[in-house]
C-alpha cells in the first residue's frame, strides 16, 4: 500500500509539471519584457492538437502537434505585439478568447459536443532506477512521465543559459533596458521573438501533458486557468527558473491538496476545495507585491 505522504507528493510533482512546462517558457518571455497572458490560450492549443495527433500518431505525434499549436499561437501574439505594438495585455486577452473559441469550434466539429468516441493514447510513468528507489521521495520524483523529466533537465539548463552566458545576459538586457541593448548590437525583436516561441512550445508542450500523460482526454476550457497560475508563478519565483521549478511545487500541492481533501469527505462545500489554487495564487501574489521587482521593461510598447 502507497504511504500517504508518498502519494501527496507524487500528486504534487504531477500537478506541478505542466505548470512548471508553462511557467519556465514565460519566465524567459517576460526576461525579454514581455508578458505573453495568452500562454492560456497556448496550453489550450497544445492540449488540442495532442488530442487529435495522438489518435492517428501516437504519442510522439501528440506531443508535435502539441508544440505546433503552441508555436501558432505565439506567432500570432508575437506579430501584434512585435510588429504592430499593440499593448501586450489586450492583446495576450484576445489570443485567449481566439483560442478558447477556435479550440471549442475544432473539438465540436471533429468529435461532437461530447467528445464521446474520443480514444486517445497516454503515457505512463516511467521509473528511474536507483532512484526511485529513495525512500520517501524516490517514488514521487522518480517514477513519473517523461514531462516530468524533461522538468528536471530544462530547469537548470535555462538558469545556467540566463546567467552564464551571452546570449542570456542580452536576454535580460532586452527586459532591462531595450533602447541600450539595441545600441550595444543586440537585436531587441528578434531576441524576443524567439523567447515568445520558445514560450509557445513549452506551454504547447504543457497542454500535451495534460492529455497525454494525465487525463486522457479533451474538454472545452481544459486550461482552466494554467497559464495566470503560471504567470504568478513567475512572479511568486522572482524570474528566475529555480525558483519558478519550486514555485511551481507549491502551486502543485496546493492542487494536489484539494484532492485529498475531497478524498477525505470532509463537510464543506467542493467549490472551496476546487477554489484552493487560485486563493494561493491571489495570496501569493498579495504576499510578494512591493517585494520583488520586474524587469524593468515588462510590457513596455517599444518600437525596435
Given at each position: 500500500?502507497t504511504?500517504?505522504g508518498t502519494?501527496?507528493?507524487?500528486a504534487t510533482?504531477r500537478?506541478?509539471?505542466?505548470?512548471?512546462l508553462?511557467?519556465?517558457?514565460?519566465?524567459v518571455?517576460?526576461?525579454?519584457g514581455?508578458?505573453?497572458?495568452?500562454?492560456?490560450g497556448?496550453?489550450l492549443?497544445?492540449?488540442l492538437g495532442a488530442?487529435?495527433?495522438?489518435?492517428?500518431w501516437g504519442?510522439?505525434g501528440?506531443?508535435?502537434a502539441a508544440?505546433?499549436?503552441?508555436?501558432a499561437?505565439a506567432?500570432?501574439?508575437?506579430?501584434?505585439?512585435?510588429w504592430?505594438?499593440?499593448?501586450?495585455?489586450i492583446t495576450?486577452t484576445?489570443?485567449?478568447?481566439?483560442a478558447?473559441?477556435?479550440?471549442?469550434?475544432?473539438y465540436?466539429?471533429?468529435?461532437g459536443?461530447?467528445?464521446?468516441?474520443?480514444?486517445?493514447p497516454?503515457?505512463?510513468?516511467r521509473?528511474?532506477p536507483?532512484?526511485s528507489?529513495?525512500?520517501?521521495?524516490?517514488?514521487a520524483?522518480?517514477?513519473?512521465?517523461v514531462p516530468t523529466?524533461?522538468?528536471?533537465?530544462?530547469t537548470p539548463?535555462l538558469?545556467?543559459w540566463?546567467?552564464?552566458?551571452?546570449s542570456?545576459?542580452?536576454?535580460r538586457?532586452?527586459?532591462?533596458?531595450?533602447?541600450?541593448?539595441?545600441a550595444?548590437?543586440?537585436?531587441?525583436?528578434?531576441?524576443?521573438?524567439?523567447?515568445?516561441l520558445?514560450?509557445?512550445?513549452?506551454?504547447?508542450?504543457?497542454g500535451?501533458?495534460?492529455?497525454?500523460a494525465q487525463?486522457?482526454?479533451f474538454?472545452e476550457?481544459?486550461?482552466?486557468?494554467?497559464g495566470?497560475?503560471a504567470?504568478?508563478i513567475?512572479?511568486l519565483?522572482?524570474w528566475?527558473?529555480?525558483?519558478?521549478?519550486?514555485?511551481?511545487?507549491?502551486?502543485g500541492?496546493?492542487?494536489?491538496?484539494?484532492y485529498?481533501?475531497?478524498?477525505?469527505?470532509l463537510?464543506?462545500?467542493y467549490?472551496?476545495?476546487?477554489?484552493l489554487?487560485?486563493?494561493l495564487?491571489?495570496?501569493?501574489?498579495?504576499?510578494?507585491?512591493?517585494?520583488?521587482?520586474?524587469?524593468a521593461?515588462l510590457?513596455?510598447?517599444?518600437?525596435f
Amino acid at each position: 500500500m502507497t504511504d500517504p505522504g508518498t502519494a501527496f507528493l507524487a500528486a504534487t510533482v504531477r500537478t506541478a509539471t505542466p505548470l512548471a512546462l508553462a511557467a519556465l517558457g514565460e519566465v524567459v518571455a517576460e526576461r525579454a519584457g514581455v508578458i505573453n497572458i495568452s500562454i492560456e490560450g497556448v496550453i489550450l492549443a497544445g492540449a488540442l492538437g495532442a488530442t487529435v495527433a495522438a489518435r492517428t500518431w501516437g504519442i510522439a505525434g501528440g506531443f508535435a502537434a502539441a508544440i505546433l499549436g503552441g508555436v501558432a499561437l505565439a506567432l500570432v501574439f508575437a506579430l501584434f505585439v512585435l510588429w504592430l505594438h499593440a499593448d501586450q495585455i489586450i492583446t495576450g486577452t484576445a489570443v485567449i478568447l481566439f483560442a478558447f473559441g477556435l479550440t471549442g469550434t475544432l473539438y465540436r466539429a471533429l468529435f461532437g459536443a461530447t467528445g464521446a468516441a474520443l480514444s486517445i493514447p497516454t503515457i505512463g510513468p516511467r521509473r528511474i532506477p536507483v532512484l526511485s528507489s529513495i525512500p520517501e521521495i524516490g517514488p514521487a520524483f522518480f517514477d513519473q512521465p517523461v514531462p516530468t523529466y524533461a522538468v528536471y533537465l530544462l530547469t537548470p539548463l535555462l538558469w545556467w543559459w540566463m546567467y552564464r552566458t551571452h546570449s542570456g545576459l542580452a536576454l535580460r538586457a532586452v527586459g532591462e533596458a531595450p533602447a541600450a541593448a539595441q545600441a550595444a548590437g543586440v537585436r531587441v525583436r528578434r531576441l524576443r521573438l524567439y523567447a515568445i516561441l520558445f514560450g509557445g512550445i513549452t506551454g504547447g508542450v504543457a497542454g500535451g501533458t495534460l492529455v497525454l500523460a494525465q487525463v486522457g482526454t479533451f474538454a472545452e476550457g481544459m486550461s482552466a486557468g494554467r497559464g495566470f497560475i503560471a504567470i504568478a508563478i513567475v512572479v511568486l519565483g522572482r524570474w528566475n527558473p529555480a525558483g519558478v521549478a519550486v514555485a511551481a511545487l507549491v502551486f502543485g500541492a496546493a492542487s494536489a491538496l484539494q484532492y485529498l481533501l475531497q478524498a477525505l469527505g470532509l463537510a464543506l462545500p467542493y467549490q472551496l476545495f476546487l477554489a484552493l489554487p487560485y486563493l494561493l495564487t491571489l495570496a501569493a501574489l498579495a504576499g510578494v507585491a512591493g517585494r520583488v521587482h520586474a524587469p524593468a521593461a515588462l510590457a513596455r510598447t517599444d518600437e525596435f
